[in-house]
């Protein structure tokens, strides 16, 4: 008997289990790529004060609009990436999920597709799946890296509504050189299609590197998403955003649920955004850390990707799953994900990530750590 027997579920979904990486209780969490420093007590009492204060009006519906947060986000926008911004231009909703899930719902749809390059993020084909997208990836090189070439024919070819690009791309940690965004942008907007570049890591990115964020004012169909998750440690608050034009924006409030912000969650993320400096202040500790991980995971015969993201996808295994395996068994959980024969670590504490190379090192010396 089907599990949704009697249930007029749409046959497209009866074949599909709830999305989400393993949550399981060991010492060494690292393999959903958060931040592994917790905030300071006093961002915690301004969080914490600031909540109190919400919950005073909770009887009422929360600012449906929220342009204070949005200002508050455009200024660090400004700050951390010299692009500036009018509330008018952000949008913030549940998560960085949430944000896409909205862009799909005003600009995919029945008839209409959405097109990526592969390896790349896992929940992209669940949004375009959840508004009945069409969903056609091309393939990144062997280095995952994106052929800007291919990827022009390839939005030639299937005229999608919109396509969606990772810098620094998940699983891979590889971020898109600014001149292949501006040129996808441009053969988009040719065809009246919707450009994202998902920026949820964009903070780690290494010097030098730009946020496709410079390209707004030149372009009306490119968003640019970030997330408040990863480097500003706020996972658990769910708050993430993205920059767009002023009539990009609007297409979003259009289908976004009423009061769908909470004024709890309005009030966290801005007491967050008032500590921005300190919470953000372990990204660069986090980019050394991730550059010494690339650089013993290859001392040690391993292939390892140079990253931008706060997280090191390495391999190749012969069995992949036996080494993920084999490093939960030490009380370490990283990210069976990727390409086959490849695993994706997060980057922890200097602890965590000493625990994860002293465990990784043995289990290399022995049958299961065989590479393929």
Do not use: C
Request: charged share 20%; net charge negative.
């Amino acid at each position: 008997m089907s599990r949704f027997e009697g249930l007029p579920i749409r046959d497209e979904l009866k074949a599909f289990e709830p999305y989400g990486a393993p949550q399981l209780d060991v010492p060494i969490l690292l393999n959903v790529n958060e931040n592994p420093y917790p905030p300071s007590e006093a961002t915690v009492a301004d969080i914490a004060a600031s909540v109190t204060n919400a919950a005073r009006g909770l009887n009422r519906y929360p600012d449906r609009e929220f342009l204070d947060l949005r200002a508050d986000l455009a200024a660090y926008l400004g700050r951390e990436s010299g692009a500036y911004l009018t509330p008018e231009q952000i949008w913030a909703a549940n998560g960085s999920n949430e944000v896409m899930l909205h862009l799909l719902q005003a600009f995919g749809g029945p008839g209409r597709t959405a097109l990526s390059f592969a390896p790349t993020y896992s929940m992209y084909p669940e949004y375009a799946r959840d508004t009945n997208t069409a969903w056609v990836t091309g393939r990144r090189s062997e280095d995952f890296t994106l052929d800007q070439s291919k990827a022009l024919a390839a939005i030639s070819r299937h005229r999608p509504s919109v396509v969606l690009l990772a810098s620094p791309n998940n699983p891979t940690g590889t971020a898109l050189p600014i001149q292949v965004v501006e040129a996808l942008a441009a053969r988009t907007a040719a065809i009246g299609a919707v450009l994202v570049v998902d920026e949820a890591y964009g903070e780690f990115r290494r010097t030098g590197t730009p946020s496709a964020l410079s390209l707004l004012p030149s372009y009306a169909n490119l968003a640019v998403a970030r997330t408040m998750s990863k480097a500003f440690a706020l996972a658990g608050g769910r708050v993430g955003y993205l920059a767009a034009s002023n009539q990009l924006v609007d297409a979003l409030r259009i289908v976004r649920l009423p009061y769908h912000l909470s004024a709890v969650t309005q009030a966290v993320a801005r007491a967050a955004l008032r500590h921005s400096d300190e919470l953000l202040g372990r990204v660069e500790q986090l980019r050394i850390e991730r550059d010494e991980t690339v650089v013993w995971l290859r001392a040690q015969g391993l292939r390892a990707v140079d990253s931008d993201a706060n997280f090191v996808l390495f391999g190749t295994f012969a069995d992949r799953h036996a080494v993920w395996q084999a490093l939960l068994d030490d009380g370490i959980l990283i990210r069976e994900t990727g390409p086959d024969g490849w695993l994706r670590v997060s980057i922890g504490t200097g602890e965590e990530m000493a625990a994860f190379r002293a465990s990784l090192e043995r289990i290399l010396k022995t049958d299961t750590g065989r590479l393929s």
